[in-house]
């Protein structure tokens, strides 16, 4: 009876002084990125970060409104440059959007119908991308929803190599989202 009292007593404290480690919930800043984190991709400007409607709108205007409507918590807009065939310009949009479901209504709202799935090896849960063409310019889109967060990330090319790098980003930052182990 000692002897089972003794380890009841020792699982008791082994169970009481273990640490119980929070993970802290992901910020966009973090999922953000590094400069050459996709190789020979480095950032061209400061990031940008709105926290209400005001600071999201003199980012990026009326484009803000989806995010708005669908309760964002923080945004960043982030630009790299790089190089395929000639200089080439990256930008990154990150939102958090509070919540899974207000993510996927942000993704699902900013379709347009012409977009192709991303459906194998894909960034998120969802991801898309097009193909835009111009008079003078012709580039790609992606976007996908991954836990609480909207990405969207804009190549100004439109080789298989521009898609490629946009793919490139959207796996690094829908990784950052889902790694819990690094805080």
Not at 28 to 35: A, F, K, M, R
Request: a negative charge; charged letters at 25%; hydrophobic letters at 45%.
């Amino acid at each position: 009876m000692k002897k089972l009292l003794v380890f009841l007593i020792l699982l008791l404290v082994v169970f009481c002084t273990k640490e119980e480690t929070q993970i802290e919930p992901k910020d966009v800043v973090e999922l953000v990125p590094l400069d050459n984190e996709i190789s020979g991709w480095t950032r061209s400007s400061a990031m940008e970060i709105a926290e209400n409607e005001t600071q999201l709108y003199d980012i990026i205007d009326g484009a803000g409104q989806v995010y708005i409507d669908n309760n964002f918590v923080k945004f960043v807009r982030q630009f790299y440059e790089g190089d395929i065939s000639g200089a080439v310009t990256i930008e990154l949009h990150i939102a958090d959007m509070n919540d899974t479901v207000n993510a996927k209504n942000v993704y699902d709202d900013q379709a347009t119908g012409n977009e192709i799935p991303w459906t194998n090896d894909n960034a998120g849960v969802e991801a898309r991308y097009k193909l835009v063409t111009g008079i003078a310019v012709n580039y790609y889109e992606l976007d996908f929803w991954d836990d609480k967060f909207y990405s969207w990330i804009y190549i100004g090319d439109d080789s298989d190599a521009a898609l490629d790098v946009a793919k490139l980003f959207a796996l690094n930052i829908s990784e950052a989202i889902r790694d819990t182990t690094a805080q």
